[in-house]
């Protein structure tokens, strides 16, 4: 073996080394890091109870729907042709079987002239 083919040996190596001990050190640190983040006691937000006149208010965004539609006496075929759905699709938003998409609740915001946030402000 020449002294060039043994120092090249060597020198890759030693990189070769180098680079496990790279990799130890950092699988390490995300070691350490994990265990810190697990011992911590995160604390959340914990919601206030709710009062049993609270419970009585809130509402269902079906509910809530169907209350705004009644009020301004609109069908939900009217209300389905302003917003470009079917019938069916109100009366599951209403029966609460599904939910209308964010578009679609913006557009009833303003077929019902109120803010979208007023539809979701008493959800249950």
């Known amino acids: 073996?020449?002294?060039i083919s043994s120092r090249l040996f060597i020198f890759f190596g030693l990189g070769l080394l180098?680079?496990?001990?790279?990799?130890?050190?950092?699988?390490?640190?995300?070691?350490?890091?994990?265990r810190r983040n697990r011992n911590n006691n995160i604390s959340?937000?914990?919601?206030?109870?709710?009062?049993?006149?609270?419970?009585?208010?809130?509402?269902?965004?079906g509910e809530t729907l169907k209350e705004l539609r009644t009020e301004r006496n609109m069908t939900q075929e009217f209300v389905a042709e302003n917003l470009g759905v079917s019938r069916q699709a109100v009366s599951k938003w209403e029966n609460g079987s599904s939910e209308p998409s964010t578009t679609n609740l913006i557009a009833i915001a303003k077929l019902y002239e109120t803010a979208p946030e007023e539809l979701l402000k008493k959800l249950i």
């Open 18 to 34: 180098l680079s496990l001990l790279a990799v130890a050190a950092v699988i390490v640190i995300i070691i350490v890091v994990a």
């Open 1 to 3: 073996m020449s002294v």
């Open 44 to 61: 959340y937000v914990q919601p206030e109870p709710v009062t049993p006149q609270q419970e009585e208010i809130r509402k269902t965004l």
